[in-house]
């Protein structure tokens, strides 16, 4: 009989993996795709994002129209992103890039990010993927946003798994940033961007905790705030009384 300990150990592994399993038994097809072919569309732009949840640097989109032919994509594996290994993505990345017939990729930085919440940034920084388009798009599918954008639209729950023109734009959008994390951590030593590409891994966290956020930082996201001593003392600060009591009494005479 199973002891208490392994079955929360259980537990807890079921719950962390539940999503990956799922996503792994979807099929990335083209059928979406085909079905909006059918109706009409002929320049179908595929829109998905990565960094969301990063705690350093910017948040990538990619825009990516491909071809009405998709079957050596699906052939060669193309999914959603975090399902593939760097050397499948970058092997993907050369080959959609080829064969795109349009592909944009744009940034919002961290600043932004910080100015008007990650998910209006992650909506910019898609609609400006879109735009960049060399070849305007007659529908996009995206994963699951909508953005502010006259062209026909379909948000797809776990597209990035089930539209190989949204897992295309995942590959390029994940290779871009990838590459962009490894440059910056020559600039930015000490955190690991090389290894966790800014996410909140155990050994972020710690190089936060050693060294503190460096310009490029998330600084309104919590871990990043936590460590922050310049966002504690403005917090200090706008806590603190400007006026003695008597000062705020009705009819108090000012100076």
Known sequence: MASVASIRISKTVTAATAKQRMLKQLVCSDAPEQALRYHGFRSIAGVDEVGRGALFGPVVAAAVILPERLSGLARAGLTDSKQLTREQREILNKRIRRMAIAVCVAEIDAATIDRVNIYQATRMAMLAAVQGLQVAPDHLLIDAMRLDHPCRQTKLIYGDALSLSI???????K???????????????????????????????????????????????????????????????????LFDDFELEEGAEWA
């Open 175 to 241: 290779v871009h940033r990838d590459a962009l994390m490894r440059d910056l951590d020559l600039v930015h030593p000490g955190y690991g961007l090389a290894s966790h590409k800014g996410y909140g891994t155990p050994e972020h966290r710690r190089a936060l905790a050693e060294h503190g956020p460096c310009a490029l930082h998330r600084r309104t996201f919590a871990p990043v705030r936590a460590v922050d001593r310049n966002t504690a003392l403005e917090e200090k600060v706008a806590s603190e009384l």
């Open 167 to 173: 897992a295309a734009a995942s590959v390029v959008a």
